[in-house]
């Protein structure tokens, strides 16, 4: 079961990990170190900004319980600097590019594929330590200083079309946002199905009315719809669906998650199955930041948590980069993660279903009520 003291046992395991990237003597200063975040803590993404805030903010608050002041997870004497990019790759280039300018940040923490991808060229020539929560190997492919902690494209889909073929699923259409995680999670589930969708649709980010291309999807019949929406538009296009009468099935990633985009599809997403990060006993994470913040925003929680803590042991090492790379089996908040040669930093995954409003663990597969 997961507990907040569980940070001092990640001591434990960073121990290892830093001495692959410095020896105890080497242990840089630990006076001065900033770790920037860049989220989207406005506009339509910003549910999942918030909760990677306060999932740092929790692992800040929870390092106190680690045993002595310079255990690598200590995260006192480490500020947390929060920039709101809104969604935008532009204004996440623009929020990096100021930063860096003022030299306050000594790691950074980018949300979002493409604003990940806008920024990962400039902090890679910064030298700047940075964990990409993004879906793409695009951003930090051939790079030295980004990693990517999010579940890739194929992880993320990998349980899903297992679930699809054990529900024996044959025609699945999808609907896509044109965005970069979102059309890379369309075309690995397809690829690792080794089927084409029946129908294929990708929307523009800002489009709201869907009834026609719904009308038209609804006339196909597919068996079940893969959605790929970015928030608002996976409630949005699931609701003009059912309110055409398409009685099959939705299944998604983690993207339908926001509290926000559950509540504005109602009943439409009842029964909606979706992929994310965890393994057994990962609810405890969520029971107990719940504790600290009783009002939802905490889907990506676990995301700020890891990284922080990640990071913040990180600088305490010569080499910040080299620590993360070194890094195996850390006891994330939802279960064990490990830093991959190609820098992606990944963990357990699990299915999710959504009953009456809220998301609950899919069972195991011999007591599915399906």
Request: proline share 7%; with cysteine; glycine share 8%.
């Amino acid at each position: 079961m997961f507990s907040h003291s569980s940070v001092a046992s990640a001591c434990l395991v960073w121990g290892a990990a830093l001495a692959a990237a410095t020896s105890c003597p080497e242990l840089a200063a630990a006076q001065g170190r900033e770790l920037c975040f860049v989220l989207p803590l406005s506009g339509p993404q910003h549910p999942f900004g918030e909760s990677i805030r306060r999932g740092a903010a929790f692992a800040k608050e929870g390092a106190a319980s680690c045993p002595g002041a310079d255990e690598p997870c200590a995260l006192g004497d480490v500020r947390l600097v929060f920039e709101d990019h809104r969604g935008e790759p532009t204004q996440a280039a623009s929020a990096v590019r100021r930063l860096l300018e003022a030299g306050e940040c000594s790691a950074f923490v980018v949300f979002g594929s493409p604003p990940s991808l806008a920024v990962a060229d400039m902090l890679e020539r910064a030298k700047k330590t940075t964990i990409a929560l993004g879906s793409t190997d695009k951003i930090q492919a051939g790079r030295q200083h980004i990693f990517r902690s999010m579940p890739s494209s194929s992880e993320a889909t990998k349980p899903l079309v297992e679930e699809a073929a054990r529900r024996r699923l044959q025609a699945i259409a999808s609907v896509s946002t044109q965005h970069d995680g979102m059309l890379a999670n369309r075309d690995a589930f397809a690829a690792q199905r080794g089927a084409s969708f029946v129908r294929e649709i990708a929307v523009n980010p800002g489009d709201s009315d869907f009834r026609a291309l719904a009308t038209k999807l609804h006339a196909a019949k597919p068996d079940a719809v893969f959605l790929t929406l970015m928030p608002p538009q996976a409630s949005l296009f699931a609701r003009q669906l059912r309110e055409l009468g398409y009685r099959g099935e939705l299944f998604a990633t983690n993207q339908v998650e926001s509290p926000d985009e559950i509540k504005a599809a109602g009943p439409a997403f009842n029964g909606l199955w979706y992929s994310r990060e965890g393994g057994p006993g990962s609810e405890g994470f969520f029971r107990e930041i719940s504790r600290r913040y009783p009002d939802g925003s905490l889907m990506f929680a676990y995301l700020g948590y890891d990284a922080a803590r990640m990071l913040g042991a990180a600088l305490k090492a010569s080499d910040p980069s080299g620590a993360v790379a070194a890094l195996r089996d850390f006891p994330g908040a939802l279960g064990p993660i490990t830093t991959k040669p190609d820098h992606s930093i990944d963990g357990p995954m699990q299915l999710m279903v959504i009953r009456d409003g809220t998301p609950t663990v899919l069972a195991d597969q011999a007591t599915r009520e399906l």
